[in-house]
């Protein structure tokens, strides 16, 4: 009898033993797996990756007085890059203002952001330079006639023309890769988001 209940108190020993190992891995790896799971909705891009980002070729730009500048001497933060054809008109204005907003918003990482508005007539950039006086931070410049292809066909995306290039928001990251797209009607809350999960996961720029 002795023997039978000795037996049965090692059985349910080790058991307990058995049942407290599968609840410490449970315990253990159930974070790994929910994780691999769940996809919070939050932490989605608001704009469209270019995967792999797309490394940027120096491009010759026309700066206000008749100076010349390299693409690659502009780059260097994290920068917000619109193509407009001739002056910065209604729309053109409302997306500086709404950049701005989204760079004052990053708080002590502001300095690591700015806008760079690229217009395609060089007659009209001398009527870009009051623009600097609502944004300092602010950048604008014109490519020539003959360099334009050579600057636009670098942000082409799945096969986008000259007047799809002139309706994205383009995110180029301070080694001068491509990195994200977002249409003009996009909310600057959505550009604010992103751009603060990229500040925060990287120390460039």
Do not use: H
């Not at 407290?20 to 919070?40: D, E, N, Q, R, Y």
């Not at 792999?52 to 010759?60: D, F, K, M, T």
């Amino acid at each position: 009898m002795t023997d039978s209940n000795n037996q049965s108190e090692g059985a349910a020993a080790q058991n307990r033993k058995r049942w407290t190992l599968i609840a410490l891995l449970v315990l253990f790896i159930s974070p790994v797996v929910a994780g691999w799971l769940w996809t919070p909705t939050s932490f989605r891009n608001r704009g469209a990756l270019i995967e792999p980002p797309r490394p940027l070729v120096s491009v010759p730009l026309l700066a206000p007085e008749s100076n010349r500048m390299e693409l690659q001497s502009v780059l260097g933060r994290w920068t917000y890059v619109l193509f407009i054809e001739g002056q910065c008109e209604s729309s053109c204005l409302q997306w500086a203002s709404g950049i701005e907003r989204v760079r004052l918003s990053q708080g002590k990482n502001e300095k690591r952001i700015q806008l760079l508005i690229v217009t395609l007539d060089p007659n009209a950039l001398d009527s870009l330079a009051a623009l600097r006086k609502e944004a300092p931070d602010l950048i604008t410049l014109a490519i020539a006639p003959q360099e334009s292809q050579a600057l636009l066909s670098q942000f082409q995306t799945n096969g986008s023309g000259p007047r799809e290039i002139l309706e994205l928001i383009y995110l180029v990251d301070p080694i001068g890769n491509l990195m994200m797209t977002y249409p003009r009607q996009s909310d600057p809350s959505d550009l604010r988001k992103d751009i603060g999960r990229l500040l925060r996961a990287s120390r460039i720029g």
